[in-house]
């Protein structure tokens, strides 16, 4: 099979990804779609080793998945952080940040 | 079709048991969901004869056919397939571990009886048979840790099933730690055999590794089976990893039966005689193994005589008879703790079954000082413990009389300093006759207790209060609790079928292998250890009768012993507890064994935790951040209109951001 069509994939999924990350506003959503962003990246990284026959790019979603984890870990904890508090979950209503 | 098509089929049953029974959970009714689950392991046990069948066609010499599905990783050099290996060795534990998992899913059927979570339990025990099958049938390391893996999340849902008890989630947790650990010990040993050898898969690995390792006791080799056997200790509850295995007795009974006894802390035992060309490069790891078992066989056996909880008795005697095992396959009598794995697994889960139905009698109390006078209450269950304590204490002519003395007869062959294992095992035997023979008669003659009196009298079950017997805590009665009814042998179809079939194999399950006569299972694994020097060692037929009569002397006096101890004279255990009393305390604390582990790992590690979160993380890590905050705060002012506050709208500002830059470049490479 071509590569395209692994690295259309690819886009479709972070694209998707991005979409959600920008329409939606429930933190664990955003971070679901965060999720599906980082996997379209490892596709298109696993396909790229794929084509060059070597194990960089194994290798670096192998790490890509570790980061992932420790976001999600993070993320999570902040969402039950948020409901302990019963702060709405909602990103558009945190803007405490604001300068 | 050939031995490895078998193979692939026995695993197939139990995941589709489990996948179906799971996702139909309160969708079908839970009897249909019994009977999926049975009919899946008895589907798998079928598959497993075949798989036999198929392996007794061949010669000798070709006997064990490795087969891939498909290769799921492969990078570096390493190349991990999803194979199996099918050889007399493996397709022995196949028939065991399906055999006694189908009898006793037919015991479970009815003891489950009025469970709310009938479907999970069956799913569950559907998962945890598929898990044992992969891990007995892996054909690589890699796929060994898998199974080894999963068995050990199985068993932690199902030491936890009952999850409103809090006693409960707190064993599965304590059995699923321990048990970690050994699973880190066993995933080092495969990355230092594939960093060693260069390859993962059993053949290749066991081909090679007399080239790479010339030397008998090279370290690394001994490195390997070291990590090997934290595993295998750990998995099959021998000291120091021992403590999970008394606390796991809060799952209910068929899971005791069932892991807890008969197939999964056999494991460890499977993997020493799996990896046996290995241990033999590395003497010095397999004579660890076998002083381990050693201690932990009289070390239990001593605990089990003093504990009063059924459950927890018959727990420990499964680690003393897995130091048995691991005795047997640490000096090299491999088809003989083979043996004794098999026999155990059929008298063990007899006396599980049996305690279950009078557990059940007594409304969930598992004290044997309240227990009395069974032996005309329930005469089907009572005749079922006397048949599985006399093959545990082997008594002669049952299945336990010729597989432990087989055990103790190469200790004694073996002769020079290994003769302490038959010493010691002889010390064992007399204490097991003790404490097996102290359940029967404690629980069975003299006047029946109340329990055991309405019992007779109406010939109905004693209905108790909801509460957790072994901590008094009230039951939540909705969910996750043993249910209102109890079922007992005499009144269940379902558990009477289990615990028959399974009575007269330990009576007459050790006829298999008479020595000088039949010998099945030595016969039946010599393919497998036909390249090892010990496994060709064999006393002669007259020493191995003549340590079988000795075996004899032993079981009938210990029981005679202990017949004059609680029936004869029943002062005098009160009398020997007193004046032994220092002893006393220390085996009924089961030799401080859980206190030496809080002092020795627990606490150190909580301190060091205290000591992170009150100073490290206090001026470290706080001093160093908060200083970043400070600076940044400080440059920040002037920039500080930009920011939002609306977390779409940055992510947005990014994505446009790095678009332009993006095309940027792109334009600019036209």
């Given at each position: 099979m071509a590569i395209e069509w692994y690295l259309v994939l690819s886009a479709m999924l972070f694209s998707i990804g991005f979409a959600g990350v920008l329409v939606r506003r429930n933190p664990v959503v955003v971070l679901l779609c965060l999720e599906l962003m980082l996997s379209g990246g490892a596709l298109a990284m696993l396909s790229f080793s794929r084509l060059h026959g070597d194990g960089d790019g194994q290798v670096f979603v192998l790490m890509v998945l570790v980061v992932a984890a420790a976001e999600v870990v993070v993320g999570l904890g902040l969402v039950v952080a948020m409901f302990r508090r019963r702060i709405p979950l909602d990103v558009d209503e945190m803007k405490e940040l604001r300068g | 079709m050939n031995a490895a098509s078998w193979g692939w089929l026995v695993l197939l049953f139990p995941l589709l048991g489990s996948i179906f029974i799971g996702l139909t959970f309160r969708r079908i009714p839970p009897k249909a969901a019994g009977l999926v689950g049975i009919a899946a392991i008895a589907a798998a046990f079928i598959c497993g004869i075949a798989a036999v069948i198929s392996l007794q066609g061949e010669p000798a010499e070709s006997r064990h056919v490795a087969d891939s599905l498909w290769t799921y990783a492969s990078v570096g050099g390493l190349s991990i397939d999803l194979g199996i290996y099918v050889d007399p060795l493996s397709a022995f534990m196949v028939l065991v571990v399906t055999g006694v998992s189908s009898l006793i899913h037919i015991y479970s059927y009815s003891y489950m009886k009025s469970d709310a979570g009938y479907h999970r339990f069956f799913s569950y025990l559907n998962f945890f048979v598929f898990s044992m099958l992969l891990l007995v049938l892996a054909g690589n390391f890699v796929l060994l840790v898998v199974g080894w893996a999963f068995v050990g999340f199985a068993s932690y849902a199902l030491i936890s099933y009952w999850y409103r008890r809090e006693a409960a989630t707190r064993a599965g947790m304590k059995a699923f730690v321990i048990n970690v650990v050994g699973d880190i010990g066993l995933v080092l040993a495969a990355i230092l055999i594939f960093r060693e050898l260069g390859v993962i898969d059993y053949g290749a690995v066991f081909e090679k590794a007399p080239e790479v390792f010339t030397t008998t006791n090279e370290w690394t080799a001994v490195a390997i089976c070291l990590l090997l056997l934290v595993g295998a200790f750990a998995k099959s509850a021998q000291?120091?990893?021992?403590?999970?295995l008394a606390d796991a007795m809060e799952g209910p009974t068929p899971v005791s039966s069932l892991i807890h006894a008969a197939t999964m802390v056999t494991a460890g035992v499977y993997l020493v005689a799996r990896a046996h060309p290995l241990f033999e490069l590395a003497p010095a790891a397999a004579d660890v193994a076998a002083i381990v078992g050693l201690v932990t066989l009289l070390v239990a056996g001593t605990i089990a005589i003093v504990v009063t909880d059924l459950k927890r008795i018959i727990a420990y005697s499964t680690m003393s008879q897995i130091g048995y095992m691991f005795v047997a396959v640490g000096i090299g009598a491999y088809s003989a703790g083979m043996f004794h794995l098999m026999t155990h697994a059929f008298f063990k889960a007899l006396l599980f079954m049996a305690a279950g139905s009078v557990i059940a009698a007594m409304a969930?109390?598992?004290?044997?000082?309240?227990?009395?006078?069974f032996y005309k209450a329930m005469p089907f269950t009572a005749a079922m413990l006397i048949i599985g304590a006399l093959a545990l204490s082997g008594f002669p002519g049952t299945s336990g009389w010729f597989s432990k003395d087989e055990i103790i007869d190469f200790a004694a062959f073996r002769g020079g300093w290994y003769e302490i294992f038959a010493i010691g095992g002889y010390i064992g035997a007399f204490m097991t006759a003790i404490y097996s023979f102290r359940i029967i008669f404690r629980i069975l003659p003299g006047p029946p207790c109340e329990e055991a009196a309405h019992l007779i009298e109406t010939g109905h079950v004693v209905h108790g209060e909801p509460v957790n017997p072994a901590t008094g805590e009230k039951e939540d009665i909705e969910v996750g609790y043993p249910g209102e009814d109890h079922h007992i042998a005499e009144q269940a179809m379902g558990m009477k079928i289990g615990m028959s079939v399974l009575g007269f194999l330990a009576l007459v399950g050790g006829l298999v292998q008479i020595p000088g006569v039949t010998e099945v299972i030595t016969h039946f694994l010599e393919p497998t250890f036909e390249d090892s020097p010990l496994a060709a060692m064999h006393p002669t037929v007259a020493e191995a009768w003549k340590g079988l009569a000795k075996g004899a002397v032993i079981s009938v006096v210990g029981i005679a012993f202990t017949w004059w101890l609680y029936i004869g004279r029943p002062s005098v255990p009160e009398t020997l507890r007193r004046t032994f009393s220092p002893i006393y305390t220390l085996f009924i604390n089961k030799w401080y064994g859980d206190e030496i582990i809080d002092f020795l790992i627990v606490k150190p590690v909580k301190g060091f935790g205290r000591f992170a979160n009150n100073w490290f993380e206090r001026y470290a890590i706080g001093g160093l951040t908060n200083g970043t905050i400070a600076i940044v705060r400080s440059a920040s002012g002037a920039v500080r209109d930009l920011q939002t506050g609306m977390l779409r709208g940055y992510a947005l500002l990014m994505a446009v951001g790095t678009v332009a830059i993006l095309l940027y470049f792109l334009i600019r490479g036209l």
């Open positions: - | 000291m120091p990893f021992h403590t999970w969930n109390i598992q004290n044997i000082d309240r227990m009395k006078g």
